[in-house]
């Protein structure tokens, strides 16, 4: 089993370079009411390998080879203020080119080039993010039932991810789809719409059935996170094609959608408050 090389303090300290106040402490309750920023969306806890918070108002959040989107279109991934605070915003429009990337309608970030940002059999970490689906059209009846992927812990070389978690109809998922795992973690986001939801992935990184996925939300008018699910002994790390890491991507990915099976025609997601955390020294 091959362990990570930055399990050291040095790491840490490099991490938190990479940001204006990385390691500052959690704000509860975000997206509940304006002009208050989205915050940091952890509770106390391990110490930060990695944070992408927006707060200078730039696209890479200040974090060199952090990619931003491999969209063309202008609007694909842009900066939105909130206060002193930003985030970033996702757009996908179907039947538009400019929003295909890699032959799909999606926008994306991603830390495939960011060192603090990858992972290895052996890493134990925390993955918590801040999501917000603006002006997101509820699913009715009759509506196309196809999903929205809005956060993935991905194998590199071009392999499924590991896990994501996605917009099903009106609920939140989490999935590992190759293990065949899916749990409801949000049951109706309706009540949340244009609010911060906060979201929360716990993994041990295993070749072998050792591995955990854990779970947890925190929705507008909580103040802490609530574990959700739990998946023990299971093989977390499984790229079917050979690969020795893998990364973070978050922003919108609409797989298998189109205007001719009458899916909505343009999402927005945003996000703030990407966090790594090693869970090892905690």
Not at 241 to 260: H, T
């Amino acid at each position: 089993m091959r362990k990570s090389t930055r399990r050291t303090a040095l790491a840490v300290v490099a991490a938190a370079s990479l940001t204006l106040a990385g390691l500052t402490t959690a704000q509860a309750g975000q997206g509940d009411a304006a002009p208050t920023p989205p915050g940091a969306c952890g509770d106390d806890g391990p110490p930060a390998l990695l944070t992408v918070d927006y707060r200078n108002g730039r696209l890479d959040s200040g974090v060199p080879d952090l990619t931003t989107t491999h969209a063309t279109a202008d609007d694909a991934s842009y900066v939105v203020p909130f206060g002193t605070d930003h985030a970033v915003a996702h757009k996908v429009t179907l039947g538009d080119p400019a929003y295909v990337s890699d032959g799909a309608p999606r926008s994306e970030s991603a830390t495939n080039d960011v060192h603090e940002g990858k992972f290895v059999v052996g890493d134990e970490q925390r993955y918590e993010f801040g999501v917000l689906l603006k002006d997101w059209k509820p699913f009715e009846p009759g509506d196309s039932e196809n999903g929205d992927i809005i956060f993935q812990g991905k194998h590199a070389g071009g392999n499924q991810p590991s896990f994501y978690l996605m917009t099903k109809r009106n609920s939140i998922a989490f999935r590992s789809p190759v293990l065949g795992l899916q749990v409801g973690v949000v049951d109706d986001f309706r009540p949340h719409i244009d609010k911060w939801m906060h979201f929360r992935v716990d993994v041990s990184w295993t070749d072998d059935s050792t591995g955990y996925y854990k779970v947890s939300s925190k929705l507008p008018g909580e103040t802490r996170y609530t574990l959700r699910k739990t998946y023990e002994n299971v093989k977390t790390f499984h790229p079917v094609n050979p690969a020795d890491f893998g990364y973070l991507k978050w922003g919108l990915y609409r797989p298998g959608q189109s205007l001719e099976k009458g899916d909505v025609p343009t999402r927005i997601v945003q996000h703030d408050d990407i966090r790594v955390l090693d869970l090892s020294q905690g």
